[in-house]
């Protein structure tokens, strides 16, 4: 399914939601894009992080409260729709083992 045939369909049933979305997948290969959205998609992973410094540099968007989001799977397909509900930056050495959890990944712990 792409992005925009989910969108109507979501939308449809959603139709108080906002106009707009970004569609994108995780990690930076097929194989990562495909693990991480079935962690979201199974509840497991709630939260997710990325380098602030470097996604300015690289000009990338960063996300807002309130954003809908469309997530790909590793080949482009739309699998899900999530919204951004809170944001916070923190330098590495802050980030929490409550937020390590949120994050779904491996044994949940902060060292993984």
């Known amino acids: 399914m792409t992005p925009e045939e989910l969108w109507i369909r979501y939308k449809q049933?959603?139709?108080e939601s906002p106009n707009t979305y970004t569609a994108w997948s995780f990690g930076d290969s097929v194989e990562m894009a495909n693990i991480l959205l079935e962690l979201v998609l199974s509840g497991r992973k709630?939260?997710?992080s990325?380098?602030?410094t470097l996604a300015q540099q690289q000009g990338e968007e960063l996300p807002e409260v309130g954003q809908m989001n469309?997530?790909?799977?590793?080949h482009g397909e739309a699998k899900g729709i999530i919204r951004t509900t809170h944001i916070e930056v923190v330098p590495f050495h802050k980030?929490?083992?409550?937020?390590a959890?949120?994050?779904g990944e491996?044994?949940?712990s902060?060292?993984?």
């Open 95 to 99: 980030v929490t083992e409550r937020f």
């Open 106 to 108: 491996g044994d949940l």
């Open 50 to 52: 990325c380098n602030y």
């Open 13 to 15: 049933e959603y139709p």
């Open 110 to 112: 902060l060292q993984h």
């Open 46 to 48: 709630t939260a997710t």
């Open 70 to 74: 469309i997530v790909l799977d590793g």
């Open 101 to 103: 959890r949120l994050e």
